[in-house]
């Protein structure tokens, strides 16, 4: 037995106690013959007194930052506390210490400002993981998953493990691959989601499934994407949409209380795909903050059932607007006072290649009722007014405006939108509001193929009253130009998908549990019945035996707890990440294998110059 | 909302109620004019009552076998009940219904004592997962990982994520390998074990460490093998072997109380490895019986300490043993009066080449105290009785004895010894009872090449007082055929298995945690300097910067529970299990890839004819 005690539990009700410590050296202080000691382990620190005894031994053993210790002693109380720590009260004067082990200078400091770069910290993440800040960062997540675990289990659900090692049905996104030995020339993929397991789980009648389990797509990583990942995978049987809404959202919520004790008690905002683009410019919208975005012109074909309100800005010669696809306001509270050179700097904001637009209208609507605007010359008082009040902005408001194509404008508006509420301090981390986001059209528009994709993937059941639609009309595209008036384009999916704070953090759908939908499905997704065979025989196959309705979900588990961690970088929240180029630079990792190895496995590379 | 009760749920309480329930038929029963249906869920069954009314629409849809349906009534006290279930005493008189899904006849019967073979279930899993007894398989495995994270979670282990795309060091085992895209030539393994990581995580602060986590070996499968699998994985920081030892017997013997509800309040027996191999002759002796070895003869070498006794057995001309190197009796406890057929069996049983005997000696201890033995011709009854004395022998018992060259003989006797307790009803399932394996050698002798490897791996901690042994000595063996005699041979490790019922459930070590001391045993095991740094630099690196003493442990999920569940097989307790070749029959794979999927991972095949 190394200690009796850790680093974070000894206190004033312990003091003339005989305990020992094991941990590693913080810092190290000298005062006259006396030395100070902090020793730290995953729980707390203590100080530990050495006195005048010791320093012949001290010098024969001479303590450095990170050494690892081992010491006996007594619990004193302090004579001068630190009340910010536990531990302040007292501190351990030292009978005895062991040196356990050694360590050289760390190649940055321990500590929560720690000097070290990113990339230092990456190669050396076992002196990374030492630090405060990233342990919380590991503890919160095991909170998460606690909490995750709890619940469900309540709930009845049950954790299910599904295999690794499954078969390549590339579709959306990349396989990492496999090449099997004793199946040479033949390949496993490792699972970018348990979908079709979980599906065959309720096909088999386990009607409530979990897991917290590892992910794997091989895409080129964007700054904030790794190539194993973590989900929350869950699926229910006999449940409808509602039920799967409740179910997750009490998940949800519970994880609040059990790790950041918050009660949200209030009910989880709903809205449709549709409502979430024309107000706030995408899917995924921040409500922790209105800012909605004023459509003051659009293609009439992108929201069908919405007021062309166009007249607004019309009929004043203003080039600009009159040749533009969509022209997207959205008033600022109280910006009206914003400087030329804050205007300045955010004109330059929107015309970043990121943004792309061309530049930037704005509208003050100052305190006493006037206006002001960047194009005067166009629009009266009275023009100005009506614009005013159809992006509901008040009195000492400010109106920015950006046009330009459809999607890239509506985009910019969106970043716009977000891009002002940080700055106007709307996005508090420690503020947590969730948003379904529902009724998402079942497929997109592939151009390149002219074809259907799966926008959430092919299982995905449409609504039900959509269903007869998707039934009875040939999927293929005659018209490519007019693809959004097929009867494709409209049917929209039972699928939902969870938003905190800005941030997809889950989504899911009813499946289809019929065969013949299924492979309705298939086929307007562009697969033969020979490759709907070949890769999904298991399910349409499964699906003949008695499947019932079921429907699941998956939360993104790193960013989940990045989010709940008040964080932007997922990175954080694992213990061994990758970089970007998805290498592991502690340990290496991609690296080259032995001759030994291709031979056994019967492959060899095939490098491109 | 589909149901408002499940099918195991409803008792005599609920009479009257109105309710609605979801599952699948079991089975249908006509009695005239009504019909009687089983529905079945994951929670139970519930005998459903259609009365005439509904024969109209039952007539135009009709039920089937494994048809999922959906039913609204009321509950009724049942006329004859059925106490052996809870919903025995009601029943729903159905007042409507709809026929969620259709099921073809399923290919076997989805009953305990199914008529389906291993194969036909193999390729149609998700209807195997439907029989109760698998069911009960995957409750029992949910049960003991709930258990396990419990316990865990109250001694405040974290579970902590490692990697699963990590770096191929294949050492004992081959890695699976995955090719990078993104790193064209080079490759990243699945981890054989979260090994250095959990280490990493010490020397990181971290403690306690804990996962339920899947691991890869790209091994021919033998039997009960599987190409990926589950352990309980877990590390300690500041610790001796003995606290480790007291942690995890705590562990399983929650798991019994949890999942078995035993209470196991005796402490786990311990045996060093040399006595296992001495008593019992293997290093995972089932003790629920006794029936020791009697090592008559053995060279001098394996056992140096013990005493020889094999005058016991010398000096009456009988060349069988005169010539043998090893020679092994056991008693069986009243078995003396076998018949000739009963030893004729066991004579061809060990003769068999799994044994690979050339025969069977035995002596039978009459009740009278007299003995009778198939080597009459060479031993007189004094010598006999001398020969039972020293087995340990009862008047009743039947002594049997085996002999050969020493590791075909003893693993012949410890294989005899748990065929006769098997026979003699001394193995029951349902007797549950631990042991630690103490002490093993920290090396074996690789005879190919002439060197050592490590027996448990490279990490393991040779017994401190071994470890200035290990230091001292060059680990290259001058003479192959006197490695016994090499001062590396008798080094012992800090290592530990846990056996349950004669199967290792667990297995770990004390690690080694000084820099000097670990490239000293990567140099034993014949890896230069080069070749340490290009495998394991990250770890010899952490350890310059305080690595604290620490040691753990891994459990074999799916073994420990098949045995808790009863079962030898491993495959009854995975969801979805792969076959012998290591393919998933069910989903067919491992399969081909597209030459897109070559391409942009730049390799291709290169198969052998």
């Known amino acids: 037995m190394f200690r009796t005690h850790t680093c974070g539990e000894l206190n004033i ?31 707390g620190i203590t100080q530990l007194l050495f006195s005048e005894s010791l320093n012949e031994k001290l010098e024969a053993n001479p303590l450095g930052r990170e050494f690892v210790l081992q010491v006996s002693g007594v619990v004193n109380e302090r004579s001068s506390k630190n009340p910010n720590m536990p531990t302040g009260e007292i501190e351990i004067l030292v009978s005895d210490f062991t040196i356990l082990n050694k360590s050289i200078t760390p190649p940055f400091t321990i500590q929560d400002d720690t000097d070290g770069g990113d990339e230092l910290r990456m190669k050396y993440r076992f002196l990374d993981l030492r630090r405060q800040a990233v342990k919380k960062n590991l503890e919160l997540r095991y909170a998460v998953g606690r909490s995750t675990r709890n619940f469900l289990h309540e709930q009845q659900f049950m954790d299910i493990e599904t295999p690794f090692l499954i078969k390549s049905t590339p579709e959306g996104a990349r396989d990492f691959v496999v090449p099997s030995r004793m199946n040479a020339g033949q390949f496993y993929a490792l699972p970018q989601s348990p979908q079709t397991f979980k599906q065959l789980l309720m096909v088999s009648g386990y009607d409530r499934y979990y897991q917290i389990v590892k992910c794997f797509r091989d895409e080129d990583l964007r700054a904030d994407r790794q190539p194993e990942f973590t989900q929350i995978d869950c699926e229910m049987s006999f449940v409808d949409q509602e039920d799967i809404l409740n179910m997750f959202e ?49 293609p009439s074909h992108t929201f069908p059932t919405k007021a062309d309100i166009s007249s607004l800005i019309s009929g004043v010669d203003f080039k600009v607007f009159d040749e533009s696809e969509t022209v997207i306001a959205l008033a600022a509270p109280g910006c009206s006072e914003y400087t030329r050179k804050q205007t300045d700097e955010l004109t330059e904001w929107v015309k970043r290649p990121q943004i792309g637009m061309k530049g930037l209208v704005y509208i003050k609507c100052n305190l006493d009722g006037t206006f002001k605007s960047s194009v005067d010359k166009f629009y009266s008082e009275e023009k100005l007014k009506a614009i005013a009040e159809a992006t509901g902005a008040q009195p000492g408001d400010m109106i920015f405006i950006v046009e330009g194509a459809e999607e890239r404008t509506r985009k910019a508006a969106s970043e716009l939108r977000l891009h002002l509420a940080q700055q106007l301090g709307k996005r508090n981390p420690e503020v947590f509001k969730l948003l379904w986001v529902l009724d998402f059209p079942l497929f997109e528009y592939a151009e390149d193929d002219n074809r259907w994709v799966a926008r959430h993937h092919p299982f995905t059941s449409p609504k039900p009253s959509d269903i007869d639609t998707m039934i009875n009309n040939n999927p293929v595209i005659d018209n490519p130009s007019a693809y959004l008036k097929h009867p494709y384009a409209n049917i929209k999916a039972n699928a939902y998908d969870m938003v905190l704070n800005g941030n997809e953090i889950g989504g899911g759908s009813i499946r289809i549990f019929q065969k013949e939908l299924q492979q309705k499905m298939f086929a307007a997704l562009g697969m033969d019945e020979h490759e ?46 990758k970089n970007n180029s998805g290498r592991d630079v502690m340990i290496d990792a991609p690296s080259t294998i032995d001759d030994k190895q291709f031979d056994e496995l019967q492959i060899k590379l095939d490098l491109k110059d």
Chains 1, 2 share one sequence.
């Not at 050296?25 to 995953?42: A, E, H, N, P």
């Not at 009910?267 to 909605?292: H, Q, Y």
């Open 13 to 43: 009700n312990d003091v003339n106690k005989n305990i020992s410590l094991a941990g590693w050296v913080q810092t190290i202080r000298k005062f006259g013959s006396i030395t100070f000691v902090d020793l730290r382990d995953r729980y």
């Open 250 to 298: 009490n998940l949800v919520k519970r994880i609040f209380k059990d790790v950041k004790n918050i009660d949200y008690i209030e009910s989880v905002e709903r809205i449709t795909w549709e409502e979430a683009m024309w107000n706030f410019g995408n899917d995924k919208p921040d409500i922790r903050f209105d800012m909605k975005l004023c459509n003051l012109k659009f």
């Open 532 to 577: 709907q065979q070949h890769k999904f025989g298991f399910l349409l196959g499964a699906f003949e035996y008695g499947a019932p309705p079921h429907g699941g979900i998956a939360f993104g588990f790193d960013r989940l707890c990045s989010i709940l961690g008040g964080s932007e970088s997922i990175r954080d929240f694992i213990a061994f990440p």
